[in-house]
């Protein structure tokens, strides 16, 4: 059973400053998803990694796979309140495979 | 504007009501699902429609059913609803169950079963 988990689980963080998230899934896979949602909202795609090495860049965010360790992150540079959301990774593996999301972490930036 | 349209947005239940989701993609993709949303639990997957005319299970399918009406189309019924099916759902919709763009998500809809 694939299993896709997110740490931390929640992060508080000064505008203005850099962190990390990290997505961990348990089995072989060459795709991975990130998806920000807004309170109250819906899930909005942000990035698509399809092979090792993917790197994605958006803003303030990047995401990276690194498919042998079964890691993803998203780095976040120079937080701004407006990155305040829940952001979830999720992963599929094969080819009638479906997507298994992680509880998500959910990003606090303060002034 | 193109996307994945669920209706209602917001649905109080008592507790053995029977109710229906509705979910419409105007995108022509080929595969469709409904998750639930709780939280700390992140989404799980109820069902799935790969194609046109298959449903499958996914990960938490009791209490629930599905029908595929036709390719735009992918409803969600709670036959006899209880207070573990408050949540939120989501439909969303992708060109093929491995997709190179992700899945596109409706708006959701607020469950509460009392």
């Known amino acids: 059973e694939l299993k896709v988990e997110q740490n931390p689980l929640f992060l508080s963080m000064q505008e203005g400053k850099n962190y990390t998230i990290y997505c961990n899934y348990s089995t072989t896979s060459d795709r991975l998803y990130w998806y920000r949602q807004d309170p109250g909202k819906s899930l909005e795609s942000l990035f698509v990694?399809?092979?090792?090495?993917a790197v994605k860049q958006e803003g303030r965010l990047m995401a990276s796979l690194d498919t042998k360790a079964r890691l993803s992150t998203l780095h976040i540079t120079a937080a701004v309140h407006d990155l305040s959301a829940t952001y979830f990774c999720a992963v599929n593996t094969g080819t009638a495979s479906k997507l298994t999301f992680g509880t998500g972490t959910r990003l606090q930036v303060t002034l | 504007n193109a996307g994945v349209t669920q209706t209602p947005k917001f649905q109080v239940l008592k507790t053995g009501q029977s109710m229906t989701l509705q979910c419409a993609q105007d995108?022509?993709?080929?595969?469709m699902y409904w998750y639930r949303q709780d939280p700390g639990m992140g989404l799980r997957l109820i069902y799935y429609?790969?194609?046109?005319?298959?449903?499958d299970k996914g990960e938490v399918p009791n209490g629930y059913n599905v029908s595929r009406l036709n390719k735009r189309e992918f409803s969600l019924r709670l036959e006899s609803a209880a207070p573990s099916q408050t949540s939120v759902y989501f439909c969303?919709?992708?060109?093929?169950?491995?997709?190179?763009?992700?899945?596109?998500f409706g708006s959701g809809t607020r469950l509460t079963v009392v």
């Open positions: 429609s790969a194609s046109e005319g298959t449903t």
């Open positions: 969303a919709s992708s060109e093929a169950l491995v997709s190179r763009y992700g899945y596109t």
């Open positions: 990694l399809l092979s090792n090495g």
């Open positions: 995108m022509n993709h080929n595969s």
